[in-house]
């Protein structure tokens, strides 16, 4: 099993600030992540696919990049609404695997 | 687009079978894609529980896959996910959700129930 690992777990942010998260794969899944957001009370969103596909409707503030065993989500200008957890999922291989996510809450 | 709606008990006695419907409107499951569920215990992160392809394969996480079945029915444009032997461990929110391809990413979601395993 794949076992994907996130940094940091937590961030607390002001707005218009730059969201680095990473997440970092135990081995090669070449560009097969995605990333999701979860608000409170909500269902997880996907925001990124394949490291650095934007879904369709995100934000053009949302970037990812990355490949092999580490990835990189970027939040450019954070904005209040984009307070929430982020997941990262690998489906390289069976079976599916998710991060621990990564709390962002806004000063 | 794509809405997906999980529906089902919410409490469930321990040793006893879970059984959730995900209800799918403005597409067809017999179209195409695949489908599946997540779980996600109350305040932790998510497991991936199984997939499925409409008249393919169907493939489940190792560590349940004892206990799990996914069915469609296409009829009623749903499928369901059924998990015996339950225990508390197995409380969580239960999502469905669509994939585009057997190793792709999850772009639709329902909105997720809580199921609650006790006595």
């Known amino acids: 099993e794949i076992v994907l690992t996130q940094s940091p777990d937590f961030q607390s942010v002001t707005p218009e600030e730059k969201v680095t998260i990473t997440c970092r794969a135990s081995?090669?899944?070449?560009?097969?992540l995605h990333w999701y957001q979860q608000k409170p009370d909500q269902s997880p969103k996907l925001l990124i696919k394949?490291?650095?596909q934007s879904f369709s409707g995100v934000p053009s503030r949302f970037s990812g990049s990355g490949s092999g065993t580490d990835f990189t989500l970027t939040i450019n200008s954070l904005e209040a609404e984009d307070a929430a957890t982020y997941y990262c999922?690998?489906?390289?291989?069976?079976?599916?695997?998710f991060g621990p996510g990564t709390k962002v809450d806004i000063k | 687009q794509v809405q997906l709606q999980e529906s089902g008990p919410g409490l469930v006695r321990p040793s006893e079978t879970l059984s959730l419907t995900c209800t799918v409107s403005?597409?067809?499951?017999?179209?195409?894609?695949?489908w599946g569920w997540i779980r996600q215990p109350p305040g932790k992160g998510l497991e991936w529980i199984g997939s499925?392809?409409?008249?393919?394969?169907?493939y489940y996480n190792p560590s349940l896959k004892s206990r799990v079945t996914i069915s469609v029915d296409t009829s009623k444009n749903q499928f369901s996910l059924k998990l015996s032997s339950v225990t508390a461990a197995d409380t969580a929110l239960y999502y469905c959700?669509?994939?585009?391809?057997?190793?792709?990413?999850?772009?639709?979601w329902g909105q997720g129930t809580l199921v609650t395993v006790s006595s």
């Open positions: 403005d597409y067809s499951i017999s179209s195409g894609y695949y």
């Open positions: 394949y490291a650095s």
């Open positions: 999922h690998q489906s390289s291989s069976l079976p599916f695997t």
């Open positions: 959700a669509r994939q585009e391809y057997t190793y792709s990413s999850l772009d639709y």
């Open positions: 499925f392809y409409h008249g393919g394969s169907t």
């Open positions: 081995q090669n899944i070449g560009t097969s």
